[in-house]
């Protein structure tokens, strides 16, 4: 279970810690039905759940997990979660995982085709967000890397944005530098600002006695809003001036 844990970890990040068995192997299939004795218990609010199947096979000699899972549908409550797929698959020396959603729902208010791509590296992954790829005027596209250190024996991970920003179909910028980190708790932040023209959306946080403060320039809200699928924006106007939390 210690040499599981860690090729969990690596699958978003690298760490310095070394597996402590490396002979570990499994493969599991496995399927997940709806048992209407227990869902009346512990899930009250299900109205529906389709048998979902999948299979894993762990290696922790090579710090491989393959992960598939086909999850066609389900509703509980006021959300609604169509076909939902995990596959990985390898490209040379690479193992690539992608993450699938039709369609994820609350109520009436709809987010399309959402993708979630990881590459593992040596430092530790890149991972593309998609959401509505498929249209041009409205689609969504967040590239980064994410990698982890260890720190005076603490775990620090640090997202970094790469230049694929699309917001609500635009092209956006992230700054030079643009980094997140998360140590103890802690969130902290370096050049986490994007742009695009005379547009601005930051956060910021530089110590751990600061506060979070988000900064806006020109801001329109339609380019956040445009995630959920409707005719007009969920959101509508445009923000100037700084949130402090």
């Keep these: 279970l210690d040499s599981f844990g860690m090729v969990i970890t690596e699958i978003l990040s690298r760490s310095n810690e070394e ?6 192997v499994w493969i599991a299939d496995f399927e997940i039905f709806e048992t209407s004795s227990l869902s009346e218990v512990f899930l009250p609010d299900l109205k529906r ?9 762990f290696s922790s000699g090579k710090r491989e997990l393959f ?13 609604r979660l169509d076909s939902l797929t995990i596959n990985t698959t390898r490209s040379g020396n690479e193992l690539l995982r992608n993450l699938h959603i039709v369609d994820l729902a609350y109520d009436t208010l709809t987010v399309p085709n959402i993708d979630v791509d990881f590459n593992r590296t040596e430092m530790g992954s890149e991972i593309l967000l998609s959401i509505n790829e498929y249209d041009s005027e ?3 596209r967040l590239g980064f890397d994410f990698r982890a250190d260890t720190i005076s024996g603490a775990i620090t991970r640090t997202m970094s944005i790469k230049d694929q920003i699309v917001l609500n179909g635009e ?6 530098g643009f980094e997140i980190t998360f140590t103890d708790g802690q969130v902290l932040t370096k050049n986490a600002q994007i742009s695009k023209d005379q547009k601005t959306l930051g956060i910021s946080k530089s110590d751990s006695e600061s506060p979070i403060i988000i900064a ?3 801001f329109e809200l339609a380019s956040i ?3 959920i699928d409707t005719e007009v924006p969920v959101l509508d106007g445009i923000i100037d001036g700084n949130l402090e939390l």
């Excluded at 597996?19 to 570990?24: E, Q, V």
């Design 19 to 24: 597996l402590i068995d490396t002979s570990a």
């Design 49 to 57: 759940f389709e048998p979902a199947k999948g299979s894993a096979r």
């Design 67 to 79: 992960l598939d899972v086909d999850l066609p549908y389900v509703e509980y409550g006021e959300f």
């Design 138 to 140: 409205s689609n969504y």
């Design 171 to 176: 092209n956006w910028k992230g700054k030079e």
């Design 216 to 218: 806006a320039e020109g």
């Design 225 to 227: 809003s445009g995630i």
